[in-house]
């Protein structure tokens, strides 16, 4: 389960379609999106993120050597004042190659060239009214190089920054991007925590995984939104093995959390790991209305991979078939018809999912505050800002 206060909220107007109209048909969502496929070389600007340059294998004269894998760059262009600067160009010329690679730095300042090929590089950072700056440094294979705060002064000539400081790894970046997504939540309260509004965020090691699934188990409002949805299931009777009153409703709310926990760790923690797979639902925010609902109802079945491709969800219905089959040895004896009411529950979360990425992309962005929020870096902005900027 990806966000289970949004989720129950998802699965109670469900529970009151399915109640009103018994004869509720499950709609497979179309598995075709996204279908866009990845140019050798493209600039992608990421929604109230930063643009990302992705150079794939394939591109002439920049493919990494076999053993060396590509890594990344990422950093923050800020102006004297310490506010970031949006649309700075920023240009990557690595070592010993005849291309040079060109992005401009997004609304938060950040920016980040993806599958770089290890070796020497150098940054040139310019924009209008600012003097020009340089950075450069070496990237070793496989890791991912934050570059300390680049600061635009208005005047002035070029300055060079050499640092050979140990670059940050992709989990370290990888973290800090988690921690960013732990803040948010709907209206400042219910946790939205399994969603990035950075498209080409880095993926998760395994650990990350299971740590964004333990917090938002463990979340206060994870807990009164599977209460809710026990009260009205006790409301409706279902599951009428449970029995009503006290004990009944606490056999509901034990259900429905165990439930939320076995879908979260399975589809979300256990599967990923083992799959390669990234558990979290990408806000795409452009494009037309049409494709836009198509994206998010297609995301129960295609998600991203650890190498940052699309491909077929294979932990998300694994997953909800999972934690479905669980649910049966829980679930009363009298509401249990076999294999029926795994497929039915197995549907129900998928569809739960579908309806969950819907509101995710038109509704619930605009409901989480502090999104502009620029990211932190690994580095206290006094190491960098005195002598290393040239201020």
């Not at 109209?21 to 866009?36: E, H, I, Y």
């Not at 890594?71 to 291309?99: F, M, N, P």
């Not at 300390?148 to 970046?173: C, E, N, R, Y």
């Not at 390669?276 to 209305?289: A, L, V």
Request: hydrophobic fraction near 40%.
């Amino acid at each position: 389960m990806r966000h289970p206060i949004v989720e129950a909220s998802a699965r109670l107007l469900l529970f009151l379609v399915i109640a009103t109209f018994s004869s509720a048909q499950v709609t497979k969502p179309d598995n075709g999106l996204p279908g866009a496929r990845a140019a050798d070389v493209y600039s992608m600007p990421v929604a109230d993120g930063f643009q990302v340059q992705q150079a794939y294998l394939s591109s002439p004269g920049n493919e990494p050597t076999r053993h060396q894998p590509p890594g990344y760059i990422s950093g923050t262009v800020l102006d004297q004042s310490g506010a970031v600067s949006a649309g700075a160009e920023v240009y990557l010329t690595d070592a010993g190659k005849a291309s040079n690679q060109q992005i401009k730095s997004g609304s938060n300042g950040q920016f980040l060239f993806a599958n770089v090929a290890p070796g020497s590089f150098r940054l040139t950072v310019a924009a209008p009214g600012f003097a020009t700056q340089e950075f450069s440094a070496a990237l070793r294979p496989g890791e991912t190089y934050l570059v300390p705060p680049i600061i635009l002064a208005v005047a002035g000539a070029v300055t060079a920054v050499h640092v050979q400081d140990s670059p940050l790894t992709q989990a370290q970046v990888a973290d800090m991007q988690i921690k960013d997504q732990e803040k948010q939540r709907v209206l400042g309260i219910f946790p939205n925590f399994y969603v990035s509004y950075d498209r080409d965020a880095l993926p998760l090691n395994s650990k990350q995984k299971f740590r964004l699934a333990w917090k938002t188990t463990r979340d206060p409002f994870t807990v009164v939104g599977v209460a809710a949805l026990a009260g009205v299931e006790q409301a409706t009777n279902t599951f009428e093995g449970y029995g009503q009153g006290a004990q009944g409703y606490f056999k509901r709310l034990g259900a429905s959390y165990t439930d939320a926990v076995t879908a979260t760790f399975i589809g979300s923690a256990i599967l990923p790991s083992l799959l390669k797979q990234d558990p979290r639902y990408f806000y795409k925010g452009t494009g037309s209305t049409r494709s836009r609902l198509l994206y998010a109802l297609a995301s129960p079945v295609i998600c991203k991979g650890d190498n940052m491709r699309w491909q077929p969800n294979y932990s998300n219905v694994a997953g909800a078939f999972a934690s479905a089959g669980i649910s049966y040895l829980y679930y009363p004896e009298s509401d249990r018809n076999g294999a029926g009411l795994v497929m039915q529950n197995s549907l129900i979360r998928l569809g739960e999912i579908a309806f969950e990425s819907v509101l995710q992309e038109f509704l619930i962005r605009r409901l989480t505050p502090h999104l502009h929020k620029r990211a932190s870096t690994a580095v206290e902005d006094g190491e960098y800002r005195a002598g290393n900027q040239g201020r």
